[in-house]
């Protein structure tokens, strides 16, 4: 039993006591936040804030971990003099220099957020960077609040307090290797601990938890700034942040050729339904309807509900993804929103208020609702929709049937699409998103399907079959509903996947997703074939024209079905430039420059026409690039997507 007497049970209670101690503080910090910025951030109860703060203990589990990585460390390293006075008086300093500095950034919160309207993130030192007066400012603010030193000074000396309390006796170890053996097996495990605490998670699904996951837990958006803490959002934001303000031309221009504000004036009697399926990996080369005029040698489509639909549906044959993945494809779709090098739903300024289909549809009057079969919460989903301000939100854990669970991301597209058909329309009219799952890695399909759907050339292949197969069963179903006849279907996909065909090899066609427009009701007109250039964030301005939305609409998108003409400036980034689409030319750009110019059927980028043409189609394209450019960082930095 001599071995287990030399496991660091005094070390290891010690320092959970410690890291207690940070959680304590930093829920102080938050209702101290709330309290002196409770005019802006409405709470209704006592109970509702306690949930507000339950949930903030993973915002401040990632903030505490991140600071205390080496005080735990250290703490637990096993040097022998672990347990001398020396020793724990460097812990103690360690301790409070690191756990000060990251404390008093939410103090200075309780300040800033009155003119900020958002938590502080890294893009502070991008302010500072350029002010030759920050020491000056902090001085001045400090003098004007002294009640937020008072508090920090008093709250710091509370936690030093509290930390002496308990104090640890020293003690040399008597048997070497079984204190080496268990201090390694105590290290191991806190680490995995600490990862976990980290990201958020210890899910395969669910990635590193980041500002836009605060919403999940709200009513109103601007309470995820409650579930915060500023510790997280300033080192969660530490060089993400490539959003800066530029100036390449006039207002005026920008006006006159991106023409951010749309207005439709369609009268609409009985507004349809819209239901909105963005398919999880659904590229355009899967599907026959959209390769048709191609010409690729042995071509197979693997969607043959998709394509058979789209054949009494308005098609877009040449539709580009605004993103990368699937949160790019929510805010694109949705809030016509684009995901340039940076993603905007990972940065800094997700958290504001944000005109989308959504907010349009709950200004007249729709029952709004997001399904996504995975745990409630993946991809910023839930914290997004929040954002975007749907009233529902339906997840795995609304489905509450885990034997559907794939194992690894969410519910069997075809159980969850059986479910959503048989759970919307108990209001109308009503919008509704659902964002399929199953046509994703692993590439798996449920077991009962072994055998039914072609192989194909490529994993992907087999797995889109089973979503398009499950998309047929819920068209069976939905059609018996009383709502269907009068409902608008979209159906795109978030991003590409796994490519079987030299064309969709290109570097532009890697953003090629498809675009239907579907409705069981003739009067809305939706057939036929459009070749011209589309993308995710033309579809929100175009619901919007679909069901009468009158008013102004804040969108780099156009509608697609209006005889109105707007410009047609089709953008996304490839993580190192920005790529624009505008008349006849292809753009790449940047940040600051324009670095390539390419004929639009130039899709692989092959011929650089640089400085090769002397046109002024081409002058001007390069132009409404920065401009286009120059708006977005514009309304993104400083909060004007409303």
Same mark, same amino acid.
């Given at each position: 039993?001599?071995?287990?007497?030399?496991?660091?049970?005094?070390?290891? %209670?010690?320092?959970?006591?410690?890291?207690?101690?940070?959680?304590?503080?930093?829920?102080?910090?938050?209702?101290?936040?709330?309290?002196?910025?409770?005019?802006?951030?409405?709470?209704?109860?006592?109970?509702?804030?306690?949930?507000?703060?339950?949930?903030?203990?993973?915002?401040?589990?990632?903030?505490? %971990?991140?600071?205390?990585?080496?005080?735990?460390?250290?703490?637990?390293?096993?040097?022998?003099?672990?347990?001398?006075?020396?020793?724990?008086?460097?812990?103690?300093?360690?301790?409070?220099?690191?756990?000060?500095?990251?404390?008093?950034?939410?103090?200075?919160?309780?300040?800033?957020?009155?003119?900020?309207?958002?938590?502080?993130?890294?893009?502070?030192?991008?302010?500072?960077?350029?002010?030759?007066?920050?020491?000056?400012?902090?001085?001045?603010?400090?003098?004007?609040?002294?009640?937020?030193?008072?508090?920090?000074?008093?709250?710091?000396?509370?936690? @030093?307090?509290?930390?002496?309390?308990?104090?640890?006796?020293?003690?040399?170890?008597?048997?070497?290797?079984?204190?080496?053996?268990?201090?390694?097996?105590?290290?191991?495990?806190?680490?995995?601990?600490?990862?976990?605490?980290?990201?958020?998670?210890?899910?395969?699904?669910?990635?590193?938890?980041?500002?836009?996951?605060?919403?999940?837990?709200?009513?109103?958006? %601007?309470?995820?700034?409650?579930? %915060?803490?500023?510790?997280?959002?300033?080192?969660?934001?530490?060089?993400?942040?490539?959003?800066?303000?530029?100036?390449?031309?006039?207002?005026?221009?920008?006006?006159?050729?991106?023409? $951010?504000?749309? *207005?439709?004036?369609?009268?609409?009697?009985?507004?349809?339904?819209?239901?909105?399926?963005?398919? *999880?990996?659904?590229?355009?080369?899967?599907?026959?309807?959209?390769?048709?005029?191609?010409?690729?040698?042995?071509?197979?489509?693997?969607?043959?509900?998709?394509?058979?639909?789209?054949?009494?549906?308005?098609?877009?044959?040449?539709?580009?993804?605004?993103?990368?993945?699937?949160?790019?494809?929510?805010?694109?779709?949705?809030?016509?929103?684009?995901?340039?090098?940076?993603?905007?739903?990972?940065? $800094?300024?997700?958290?504001?208020?944000?005109?989308?289909?959504?907010?349009?549809?709950?200004?007249?009057?729709?029952?709004?609702s997001f399904y996504h079969g995975a745990p409630n919460g993946s991809m910023g989903f839930l914290g997004f929709g929040n954002i975007l301000g749907f009233k529902h939100y339906f997840g795995k854990n609304e489905y509450n049937h885990d034997e559907d669970f794939d194992g690894m991301w969410a519910i069997w597209d075809?159980?969850?699409?059986?479910?959503?058909?048989?759970?919307?329309?108990?209001?109308? $009219?009503?919008?509704?998103?659902?964002?399929?799952?199953?046509?994703?890695?692993?590439?798996?399909?449920?077991?009962?399907?072994?055998?039914?759907?072609?192989?194909?050339?490529?994993?992907?292949?087999?797995?889109?079959?089973?979503?398009?197969?499950?998309?047929?069963?819920?068209?069976?179903?939905?059609?018996?509903?009383?709502?269907?006849?009068?409902?608008?279907?979209?159906?795109?996909?978030?991003?590409?996947?796994?490519?079987?065909?030299?064309?969709?090899?290109?570097?532009?066609?890697?953003?090629?997703?498809?675009?239907?427009?579907?409705?069981?009701?003739?009067?809305?007109?939706?057939?036929?074939?459009?070749?011209? @250039?589309?993308?995710?964030?033309?579809?929100?301005?175009?619901?919007?024209?679909?069901?009468?939305?009158?008013?102004?609409?804040?969108?780099?998108?156009?509608?697609?079905?209006?005889?109105?003409?707007?410009?047609?400036?089709? @953008?996304?980034?490839?993580?190192?430039?920005?790529?624009?689409?505008?008349?006849?030319?292809?753009?790449?750009?940047?940040?600051?420059?324009?670095?390539?110019?390419?004929?639009?059927?130039?899709?692989?980028?092959?011929?650089?026409?640089?400085?090769?043409?002397?046109?002024?189609?081409?002058?001007?394209?390069?132009?409404?690039?920065?401009?286009?450019?120059?708006?977005?960082?514009?309304? @993104?930095?400083?909060?004007?997507?409303?």
């Amino acid at each position: 039993m001599k071995f287990f007497k030399e496991f660091r049970k005094q070390e290891v %209670l010690v320092l959970l006591y410690r890291i207690f101690l940070a959680y304590v503080f930093y829920q102080i910090a938050r209702l101290l936040f709330w309290y002196f910025n409770k005019e802006l951030i409405k709470v209704d109860s006592v109970s509702d804030y306690f949930n507000l703060a339950f949930h903030g203990t993973a915002f401040d589990t990632t903030a505490i %971990l991140y600071v205390n990585a080496l005080f735990i460390l250290l703490s637990l390293v096993p040097i022998v003099i672990n347990t001398k006075k020396v020793y724990q008086t460097i812990l103690f300093w360690l301790y409070f220099i690191t756990n000060g500095i990251a404390y008093a950034m939410n103090f200075g919160d309780f300040v800033y957020y009155k003119f900020s309207q958002a938590r502080l993130t890294s893009t502070a030192l991008e302010v500072a960077k350029h002010e030759s007066n920050v020491f000056k400012v902090f001085t001045v603010s400090i003098g004007q609040h002294p009640f937020v030193l008072m508090w920090f000074v008093v709250l710091m000396a509370l936690w @030093v307090f509290l930390y002496k309390k308990v104090k640890i006796t020293e003690q040399k170890p008597l048997k070497l290797i079984p204190y080496f053996i268990w201090s390694v097996l105590v290290l191991c495990g806190t680490a995995v601990l600490v990862v976990g605490g980290i990201r958020g998670d210890f899910k395969h699904s669910t990635r590193p938890i980041n500002l836009v996951d605060a919403n999940r837990f709200v009513v109103n958006p %601007l309470q995820g700034n409650i579930v %915060l803490n500023s510790t997280f959002s300033f080192f969660r934001t530490l060089g993400t942040n490539n959003f800066k303000e530029v100036h390449f031309v006039d207002e005026k221009y920008i006006a006159d050729n991106v023409q $951010p504000y749309k *207005e439709y004036d369609r009268k609409v009697e009985n507004r349809p339904n819209i239901v909105i399926f963005i398919v *999880e990996s659904f590229g355009r080369e899967y599907s026959g309807a959209f390769n048709k005029d191609k010409n690729i040698n042995g071509y197979v489509s693997y969607t043959p509900f998709i394509d058979s639909l789209a054949g009494k549906s308005l098609i877009f044959p040449n539709t580009f993804a605004n993103g990368r993945q699937s949160i790019h494809g929510m805010s694109s779709v949705l809030a016509g929103i684009p995901s340039l090098t940076d993603a905007f739903t990972s940065s $800094p300024y997700s958290n504001q208020k944000i005109q989308s289909i959504v907010s349009v549809c709950n200004d007249l009057g729709y029952d709004t609702s997001f399904y996504h079969g995975a745990p409630n919460g993946s991809m910023g989903f839930l914290g997004f929709g929040n954002i975007l301000g749907f009233k529902h939100y339906f997840g795995k854990n609304e489905y509450n049937h885990d034997e559907d669970f794939d194992g690894m991301w969410a519910i069997w597209d075809e159980p969850f699409l059986q479910y959503f058909a048989k759970n919307v329309g108990k209001k109308q $009219p009503f919008m509704s998103t659902v964002f399929t799952a199953s046509s994703h890695h692993p590439f798996k399909i449920p077991e009962k399907y072994k055998g039914k759907f072609k192989k194909g050339t490529i994993e992907m292949h087999e797995p889109i079959q089973y979503t398009d197969y499950a998309i047929k069963k819920y068209f069976e179903t939905a059609k018996k509903e009383p709502w269907f006849n009068n409902t608008i279907f979209v159906f795109t996909g978030d991003h590409t996947n796994q490519i079987a065909y030299g064309e969709y090899e290109k570097a532009m066609n890697r953003f090629a997703v498809p675009l239907i427009l579907y409705s069981p009701n003739p009067d809305y007109h939706l057939n036929g074939v459009n070749p011209e @250039v589309a993308q995710q964030i033309d579809i929100y301005p175009t619901l919007a024209d679909l069901i009468g939305y009158n008013k102004p609409i804040r969108s780099w998108g156009r509608s697609l079905v209006s005889d109105k003409v707007y410009p047609s400036i089709v @953008v996304n980034s490839d993580g190192s430039s920005e790529q624009f689409i505008i008349g006849n030319y292809i753009y790449r750009f940047d940040g600051k420059e324009i670095t390539g110019v390419y004929d639009k059927t130039d899709l692989g980028f092959e011929k650089n026409l640089m400085g090769k043409l002397k046109n002024p189609e081409i002058e001007k394209g390069m132009q409404t690039a920065k401009a286009w450019f120059q708006d977005y960082m514009d309304r @993104v930095i400083n909060r004007k997507l409303k």
